[in-house]
């Protein structure tokens, strides 16, 4: 775009854009890019505190980590970020949930919501032109009255503005999943509650050990006053979540990033086999801390990922083979708790899910279990029928056999889906054996 003056060019801009549609079921909480529809593996992001501090560098290396966990989704969380985001997240194809930065409550005057009108217009015309943002939504965790008045006058407004996108009127509580955090215990999500969008899940993790000295010294006890300055929730941690109280820095931080990826690993795989049943897309949080802090992240501020991003990698993967693996302890005795026993048939089941908009066939399946220097092959099956592009396949038990050299002591057990010399997913459980 250029503006000339008697054959002279006095202003040039280069405006890049995209064509696309984008739709949302929200009875279901289906999307649609260019009528085909996807599922969003997704997290939240709040990357700084200051948009000063968040440089170019620093938004592709995020989109590295993004990408690097196959994450095809953000929500730009309750705030407006710097324009090279929105470009890098164009370029990257991921897609990206704008939130408008309203949350919780607010004097109820006409002033403020003609206010909010305005600058709600003025975001959506900053941002129109960004084919990665697929939908605005005008609040966050609104209480009974803007549910009521505010979020829906804003959602007309917001649709006046724009009408290739759908508007969501707010990003609701009951959107916002916290078993095994804030109540329940994780292994909840095996019923994929709520849904069809959950906007938020997850559970709060120290970052890395030398990340913790810097912030709070090497001395212990910890000062949980000091704790609780940079975001850590101590009646969460020990008593909702029930973690042991450690003796230790090194021992806290492992117990916390290790109760994080469980739980993530636990929730992600859960929802994904539910996917286009109960929930059309999810979005963890959150994925990087935006100042020296603990809290739900997966990746610190410092970019060093935490046990939680290695879950969700692994869990995120497009194409994903999954168990159901409820117990993590093996007897090799005739304990009737646990799992399995020598020389008795363990049946396992397992899933396979698709995301890709392919179909796959000619896949075939291998169980190992891995651990004390030694590889023992549990069993391997072919898929006998093609898994459905972006599909769900429940497949048959298998039923494996715990062998007798297995001694005690901790092992993986590796999912392996392949198509012919191709590997499409590996996923790991870990197993104790006990006598």
């Known amino acids: 775009m250029?503006?000339?003056?008697?054959?002279?060019?006095?202003?040039?801009?280069?405006?890049?854009?995209?064509?696309?549609?984008?739709?949302?079921?929200?009875?279901?909480?289906?999307?649609?890019?260019?009528?085909?529809?996807?599922?969003?593996?997704?997290?939240?992001?709040?990357?700084?505190?200051?948009?000063?501090?968040?440089?170019?560098?620093?938004?592709?290396?995020?989109?590295?980590?993004?990408?690097?966990?196959?994450?095809?989704?953000?929500?730009?969380?309750?705030?407006?970020?710097?324009?090279?985001?929105?470009?890098?997240?164009?370029?990257?194809?991921?897609?990206?949930?704008?939130?408008?930065?309203?949350?919780?409550?607010?004097?109820?005057?006409?002033?403020?919501?003609?206010?909010?009108?305005?600058?709600?217009?003025?975001?959506?015309?900053?941002?129109?032109?960004?084919?990665?943002?697929?939908?605005?939504?005008?609040?966050?965790?609104?209480?009974?009255?803007n549910v009521n008045v505010l979020?829906?006058?804003?959602?007309?407004?917001?649709?006046?503005?724009?009408?290739?996108?759908?508007?969501?009127?707010?990003?609701?509580?009951?959107?916002h999943i916290y078993d095994g955090w804030y109540e329940n215990d994780f292994h909840n999500y095996r019923t994929a509650p709520r849904g069809p969008i959950i906007s938020e899940l997850g559970a709060q993790a120290l970052p890395s050990l030398e990340e913790v000295h810097e912030m709070?010294?090497?001395?212990?006890?910890?000062?949980?006053?000091?704790?609780?300055?940079?975001?850590?929730?101590?009646?969460?941690?020990?008593?909702?979540?029930?973690?042991?109280?450690?003796?230790?820095?090194?021992?806290?931080?492992?117990?916390?990033?290790?109760?994080?990826?469980?739980?993530?690993?636990?929730?992600?795989?859960?929802?994904?086999?539910?996917?286009?049943?109960?929930?059309?897309?999810?979005f963890q949080f959150q994925f990087i801390d935006c100042w020296p802090s603990i809290t739900w992240s997966v990746v610190s501020y410092a970019r060093r990922p935490k046990l939680g991003y290695f879950a969700m990698q692994q869990a995120f993967q497009p194409v994903l083979i999954e168990a159901d693996l409820d117990r993590a302890v093996w007897s090799r005795g005739k304990d009737p708790q646990h799992l399995a026993e020598v020389g008795l048939s363990v049946p396992l089941g397992l899933w396979v899910i698709n995301d890709e908009h392919q179909a796959l066939a000619g896949a075939a399946y291998e169980v190992h279990l891995r651990g004390q220097g030694k590889d023992f092959a549990l069993g391997s099956e072919a898929v006998k029928e093609a898994i459905p592009a972006d599909g769900v396949v429940e497949l048959p038990k298998l039923y494996c056999t715990l062998p007798a050299e297995v001694s005690p002591g901790g092992y993986q057990l590796v999912l392996t889906l392949k198509q012919g010399a191709k590997t499409l997913s590996e996923n790991t459980y870990s197993i104790a054996v006990v006598e």
């Open 151 to 175: 979020d829906p006058f804003l959602a007309r407004v917001g649709a006046q503005e724009d009408s290739s996108r759908p508007v969501r009127p707010v990003s609701a509580f009951n959107e």
């Open 2 to 145: 250029a503006l000339a003056a008697h054959s002279e060019t006095v202003y040039r801009r280069d405006i890049h854009f995209g064509v696309r549609t984008i739709t949302l079921e929200e009875k279901t909480g289906e999307w649609r890019l260019n009528g085909v529809r996807f599922f969003i593996r997704g997290t939240n992001i709040v990357p700084d505190m200051w948009l000063a501090h968040y440089t170019p560098p620093r938004i592709a290396q995020d989109i590295k980590l993004l990408r690097d966990a196959h994450v095809n989704g953000v929500r730009v969380c309750v705030h407006m970020n710097r324009d090279e985001l929105y470009q890098e997240l164009d370029r990257a194809g991921i897609v990206a949930w704008q939130d408008f930065p309203l949350q919780w409550d607010y004097t109820h005057s006409d002033a403020l919501m003609q206010e909010a009108a305005r600058q709600l217009r003025d975001m959506i015309r900053q941002f129109y032109n960004h084919p990665s943002i697929i939908t605005w939504v005008c609040q966050n965790e609104s209480t009974a009255y």
């Open 216 to 282: 709070f010294g090497d001395s212990w006890p910890p000062d949980w006053d000091k704790l609780a300055y940079h975001d850590f929730q101590y009646k969460q941690t020990f008593q909702d979540a029930k973690l042991p109280m450690p003796s230790s820095w090194p021992e806290f931080v492992e117990n916390s990033q290790r109760y994080q990826a469980d739980l993530l690993k636990y929730a992600i795989e859960h929802y994904r086999r539910a996917k286009y049943t109960r929930i059309g897309s999810f």
